[in-house]
């Protein structure tokens, strides 16, 4: 019996065995974790059990030669992303430092200080802001893309630039080797997807999406009490959000407003960027299922100067028989952070997403809930194999929803009748648009459909 422990540990126990395990650390479809070797467990010393020789089999290994004759199975296509965890601490780089970039600077300020990441960079073609809680200190400035990387070389690069400089900026980042953090909305259109896509197929890099709600603790108990029953078959998901926005919000930047810079779409308007998060939680929360067929959609504006939607509700249905209505305005009196509405056949749910409340069948009052920050997200999925909240294909839906709002015509002007101007920086309060959007959500319903005067 030694013997043929001998043999079958030499077989089985060879250095190839001993190899360490490799796990992929990509997003999609196994959730990070997609061909695992595992090493063959030593079985000479210590408490380890025998192992199990089956009867009627020859007990003695085969030759090299024969093994090299049995056929083998097809060698699987390389997953998406795969290579072995990096342990390294992350190097990271942002481009766009102002604007949106100043949060992600607070974000990334208190991990550098505690050692979690290295802030190696930042690049911005305007003067960078700086304040005690975000000193630029000894951190690297750059005004161009290109001479960042090549100085910083960076493992991951936060890209919070206009939606238009998305796609090249990441094709940079990804063909240089990092990662990507990319901001909301990644690109304008299914081709630039499809591009970008591809290009992180090619590379093997990650792209992380921040729509930073799907990080939300709120809305996994939401996910899980769906998928436990709990709210009986979805019927329906409806998401309705009423802020204000004062005119200077459309002169924050030359594209602010505008359907078009320089001859590329741009990808603002209320459904296209202070809600998209609107549309990617309904989304989610009916399944994360492809749409069936196209959207119907309404948008509307309320100020002359503007070309794209202030006002806007979206309906459609998914390939799962959910249906979802997405209502926004940024001309409410009354605000509604972002509610959705999730209605089962045997119960209903309610989550403010910005806030991570939600309320499940049987619950008095709601719960807060926490977060899970995306960036940290993306560096455990580096180091530890951990899944993407929000890669790249989760957004696929969502983009071909932001086609179709941007390729629609012009939004039909609202008639000052039911406007009013409040401030000396002006804010537009449409009439009842607040409750309009809350009832288009509720009751699946489109704004043509509810017998509002402006509608």
């Not at 329906?236 to 594209?255: I, K, L, N, T």
């Amino acid at each position: 019996m030694d013997a043929v422990l001998r043999r079958y540990v030499r077989f089985r126990c060879g250095p190839a065995a001993r190899r360490p395990p490799l796990r992929c650390a990509a997003p999609e479809p196994c959730g990070g974790w997609g061909r695992t070797r595992r090493p063959y467990r030593r079985y000479l010393g210590g408490p380890t059990r025998r192992p199990r020789i089956r009867r009627g089999r020859s007990r003695t290994p085969p030759r090299r030669d024969e093994m090299a004759a049995r056929p083998r199975p097809a060698r699987r296509s390389p997953h998406l992303g795969e290579h072995l965890m990096d342990l390294r601490i992350p190097r990271i780089a942002l481009v766009g430092a102002n604007g949106y970039g100043l949060h992600h600077r607070h974000n990334l300020e208190p991990k550098r200080r505690e050692g979690k990441v290295e802030f190696v960079g930042m690049c911005d073609t305007a003067d960078i802001i700086e304040n005690a809680d975000i000193p630029i200190g000894d951190v690297p400035v750059f005004d161009d893309v290109q001479r960042m990387l090549d100085a910083t070389d960076p493992h991951i690069v936060i890209i919070a630039t206009p939606p238009p400089t998305h796609l090249p900026i990441a094709t940079l980042a990804m063909r240089h080797g990092a990662d990507v953090y990319l901001e909301k909305p990644p690109v304008a259109n299914l081709d630039e997807y499809a591009q970008l896509y591809a290009i992180m197929v090619e590379t093997g890099q990650n792209v992380q999406v921040g729509f930073q709600a799907l990080g939300s603790h709120a809305f996994g108990a939401l996910r899980d009490a769906v998928e436990a029953g709990q709210l009986g078959e979805i019927q329906s998901v409806g998401v309705a959000g009423s802020w204000q926005r004062a005119d200077s919000y459309y002169r924050r930047s030359p594209w602010a407003g505008k359907r078009e810079a320089n001859g590329t779409p741009v990808a603002d308007g209320a459904l296209a960027n202070p809600f998209a998060h609107a549309s990617q939680q309904a989304l989610a929360a009916a399944g994360d299922w492809p749409l069936a067929g196209s959207i119907e959609l309404e948008r509307l504006r309320c100020r002359e100067q503007i070309e794209v939607d202030d006002t806007a509700v979206w309906r459609g249905r998914n390939k799962g028989g959910v249906d979802i209505t997405v209502a926004v305005t940024l001309c409410g009196e009354r605000k509604l952070e972002g509610d959705v509405y999730v209605k089962g056949s045997e119960g209903e749910a309610w989550l403010e997403y910005p806030t991570d409340r939600l309320r499940l069948p049987g619950d008095d009052e709601p719960k807060t809930y926490g977060r899970t920050d995306l960036l940290d997200n993306l560096m455990l999925h580096r180091q530890r194999g951990v899944g993407l909240i929000s890669g790249l294909r989760r957004a696929k839906t969502f983009t071909a929803v932001l086609e179709t709002v941007l390729n629609d015509p012009l939004p039909r002007l609202v008639g000052e009748e039911h406007l009013r101007r409040v401030g000396e920086d002006p804010i537009a309060i449409l009439d009842g648009a607040d409750v309009a959007v809350e009832r288009a959500a509720k009751e699946n319903k489109l704004f043509s459909e509810l017998a509002l005067p402006w509608a």
